[in-house]
């Protein structure tokens, strides 16, 4: 054999085996007793330029790139909707239930799509903009449930439009991390209000004895101040 020929025979091996991998797509990740899950080697992600793709128009294109390899993609400034999507897969002998967490809270819009087996997609939306639908859980994050079945698979879509930088960084969180993440944040914000409202006495007291109007104006600050954080807590929409 030549050494051209083989040199041949070499690529057209290897363009044989990356056309089966990428046709093959990404593989489902498995859920088992981890608390937390990244999506490195699982996810893959389309674009659309015209917005107008309907997630089953989606779902039967064949020119989604992936399976992206990292933690958080960044994409830069984009105008185009982007499209993600993974699937998850109980092998468990119980039911369990999973939050996908989408961790880019300035994200303009973001709407989520699970689809089960019988190839029912249950939509959800929530974003920088957009009021939050029923199922999304309050976060500072955007928080998706997700419940399996013993053996099924769920195909998840997520379609995402933003005017800021492009980030991806999406963690799959059991019931557990969702719990141990809240007490987290409410010990944190516990701790801030705390000391806001420490801040607010001083001012007030030393505004009363030295008759200055710039500790009152200070406290008057730390109390708004206080207020705004507390509704970006409470309504994560108003996080942008």
């Known amino acids: 054999m030549t050494a051209r020929r083989f040199i041949c025979l070499q690529l057209f091996f290897i363009i044989l085996f990356f056309n089966s991998t ?10 088992k ?7 490195s080697g699982h996810l893959e992600m389309l ?5 107008q793709l309907s997630v089953e128009q989606a779902a039967q294109r064949g020119d989604w790139s992936g399976p992206l390899q990292g933690k958080a993609l960044n994409l830069g ?3 185009d909707s982007l499209w993600l999507r993974f699937s998850l897969e109980n092998k468990d002998d119980r039911p369990r239930k999973f939050f996908v967490s989408f961790e880019y809270p300035v994200v303009n819009t973001i709407t989520f799509y699970a689809k ?22 309050p976060d500072r994050h955007f928080l998706f449930p997700v419940s399996l079945n013993p053996g099924e698979t769920v195909a ?5 439009r933003s005017s800021s930088g492009m980030t991806i960084p999406i963690r799959i969180l059991s019931e557990q991390a969702v719990t141990k993440k809240a007490i987290g944040d409410y010990t944190i914000y516990g701790a801030l209000f705390g000391f806001l409202a420490l801040i607010l006495v001083y001012f007030i007291t030393a505004g009363s004895l030295i008759r200055k ?15 705004h954080t507390a509704a970006g807590r409470l309504h994560p929409s108003l996080h942008a």
Do not use: M
């Not at 674009?47 to 917005?51: E, F, K, L, V, Y």
């Not at 998840?156 to 995402?160: A, E």
């Not at 109007?213 to 207020?227: D, P």
């Open 77 to 79: 400034l984009t105008k």
């Open 22 to 31: 990428h046709a093959a797509g990404a593989s489902s990740l498995i859920i």
């Open 213 to 227: 109007g710039i500790s009152l104006w200070l406290a008057l600050y730390s109390t708004f101040f206080g207020l």
């Open 156 to 160: 998840v879509y997520l379609r995402l």
């Open 47 to 51: 674009i659309d330029p015209t917005h």
């Open 33 to 39: 007793n981890k608390s937390s899950y990244d999506l």
């Open 116 to 137: 089960n087996e019988r190839g029912d997609f249950q939509e959800d939306q929530t974003g920088s903009i957009v009021a939050a639908s029923e199922r999304v859980v």
